[in-house]
């Protein structure tokens, strides 16, 4: 297992992040050993990953900073950061590295206050790993202060940061943002890889993960939802068979009320899922464990 298991079909990127990271690695390396900084280097200061939706590209630049934060000693022996075991890895993964922020919303837009924040935060120096690391899921969601406001940041970077933006396409990043960025593509990964995934990350029959895999297009989050969630397949199920019923004016209404039903039972499902894991999380990061009580002075957050 390396941090890079989950990148589906995107082989070319995921070696120029592994070579980046080595990079780093060295880089960080030879700074503290005060020894002389190898030129040339593969890693840089801000990375922009673009494709289309459920190409991976929060994945990519989650393992990028998982490899970033990884102190396996076995890198000492030539190995390559991004191990998937040690803490640093671990933590990034699961998302409780106190030295990398991930940053999405569900609001139309990322405004100045928040993008200030982050920019802030981005001129600490890390905590407790090799690098401070911000990523934004959303980059494509900036508004043009914000981004005016973001680009002071990428233009004068902080030693030990790195930030990655996530967006569907170039054009949807500032061009003053993107010109200062090294640009990643990723392509929509192929139907036999997702199935792949599905049959070895989530133990899925290997008919139904090609089926799910062939049904979203090569979307891996909503392969996976579709391989492992049963109502989710009623659900398409029944939207796929309200042609057949539709023959006149009544039956047009009724069945666009339906596909409204069907619409906000699915956000529904998706809100509470999110709501569990975040709870989870923040118990976890308070100290609790699973099926045991919280510490002291918790109680009730």
């Known amino acids: 297992m390396t941090v890079w298991d989950d990148l589906v079909g995107q082989d070319r990127v995921r070696e120029q992040l592994a070579a980046a990271a080595k990079d780093a ?5 030879a700074v503290s050993a005060r020894e002389p900084v190898e030129q040339g280097s593969k890693m840089t200061h801000a990375w922009l990953f673009t494709g289309p939706p459920g190409s991976g590209r929060s994945t990519a630049a989650r393992a ?9 000693p076995d890198r000492a022996l030539g190995g390559e950061p991004g191990c998937g075991f040690c803490d640093g890895c671990h933590t990034s993964l699961i998302g409780t590295h106190a030295d990398v922020q991930v940053i999405r919303t569900d609001l139309l837009s990322i405004g100045v206050k928040e993008t200030r924040d982050l920019v802030r935060r981005a001129q600490l120096s890390p905590a407790v790993g090799r690098w401070q ?9 900036l508004t043009e202060g914000a ?6 940041a990428v233009e004068e970077p902080a030693p030990r940061t790195v930030w990655m933006l996530c967006a569907p396409s170039l054009e949807d990043v500032l061009p003053t943002i993107r010109s200062r960025c090294r640009h990643l593509t990723l392509g929509t990964p192929p139907v036999e890889a997702v199935a792949d995934v599905l049959i070895r990350r989530d133990g899925v029959d290997p008919e139904r993960a090609h089926s799910a895999a062939r049904a979203t297009q090569g979307h891996i989050g909503r392969a996976r939802r579709l391989a492992t969630d049963e109502r989710a397949r009623a659900r398409r199920a029944a939207v ?3 042609p057949l019923r539709v023959a006149d004016v009544g039956g047009c209404l009724k069945a666009a009320q339906e596909l409204i039903d069907t619409a906000t ?12 894991k975040e709870t989870e999380d923040l118990k976890a990061a308070l ?6 009580r919280m510490p002291r002075g918790t109680a009730g957050r």
């Open 25 to 29: 690695d060295a880089l960080v390396t």
């Open 64 to 72: 990028f900073a998982a490899a970033l934060q990884c102190t396996s």
């Open 133 to 141: 690391v911000i990523v934004m899921e959303d980059a494509d969601r």
């Open 147 to 152: 981004g005016n406001v973001l680009l002071k």
């Open 240 to 242: 796929l068979k309200v």
């Open 265 to 276: 039972d699915d956000a529904k499902q998706m809100a509470d899922e999110v709501d569990v």
């Open 287 to 292: 100290g609790g464990v699973a099926g045991g």
